[in-house]
Each structure stands twice: as C-alpha cells, then as structure tokens.
C-alpha cells in the first residue's frame, strides 16, 4: 500500500474552482492506478475521476466530465484534480485512492489505499 495525504480543498462559491492534490509516500505513485472519489452527507462514497497506471488512460464520472481534470507529477510523486466550474452539487468530501492490482478501475471496490478527505464546500 501507498500512504496518501489529500489538501486544496476549502469553501468556494459556485462557478468558482478549486485544485485538489494528493501527495504520497511510501511506493512509487506512478506504478499505481489512482482515483478521486467523493461522498456526500447522507450519500454513498462515488467515483470522480481515474488515471491507468501508466496515465495513458483517463476516466471521468458523468456529473464532471468537461469540468474536473484529472493529472499527475510522478516526479512529485503527487496526483491532481482540477475542479471548475463547481455547483453546490459537488459539495463533499473528495478522497483520492490507489491500488496496483489492475491497470485502470472505477469502482471504489478495487482500491486498497485511502487518503483521509479533503472537504469542498461550493455555495450558492
């Protein structure tokens, strides 16, 4: 397993945008799959955005697709995800997430590291 750190989230009004990013130590990030993944209060933890191991491979949930980039700097062995145009609907808690037992997943299921969650609050 990889240890992850999420930061950059905070309060931003709607329309507005924000960079998460999720440092890691440990392994070599880019040797895994890495995910965004959010859950908001009284709802189930959803899949965000994904990158393949080798990065060739991007994935994105319907809701952001056009809006939230997902990158990476392996040298900073860090993962990034930029959110624009943000509505109150993307108000939650975003986790990001690795695992190297597949080459590329959107399902929260396959992944076996967790950063703790960094909060997003997007207002009206």
């Known amino acids: 397993q990889v240890n992850l750190v999420e930061s950059g989230g905070g309060l931003v009004q709607a329309g507005g945008s924000l960079r998460l990013v999720c440092a890691a130590s440990?392994?070599?990030?880019?040797?895994?799959?890495r995910g965004w993944f959010r859950q908001a209060p009284g709802k189930e933890r959803e899949f965000v955005a994904a990158?393949?191991?080798?990065?060739?491979?991007?994935g994105y949930a319907d809701s952001v697709q056009g809006r939230f980039t997902i990158s990476r700097d392996n040298v900073k062995n860090t993962l990034y995800l930029q959110m624009n145009s943000l509505t109150p609907a993307d108000t939650a808690v975003y986790s990001c997430?690795?695992?190297?037992?597949?080459?590329?997943?959107?399902?929260?299921?396959?992944?076996?590291?967790w950063g703790p969650g960094t909060q997003v609050t997007v207002s009206s």
């Open positions: 990158l393949s191991r080798s990065g060739g491979r991007t």
């Open positions: 440990g392994r070599t990030f880019s040797s895994y799959v």
């Open positions: 997430a690795a695992t190297s037992r597949l080459s590329y997943s959107g399902s929260y299921a396959d992944y076996d590291s």
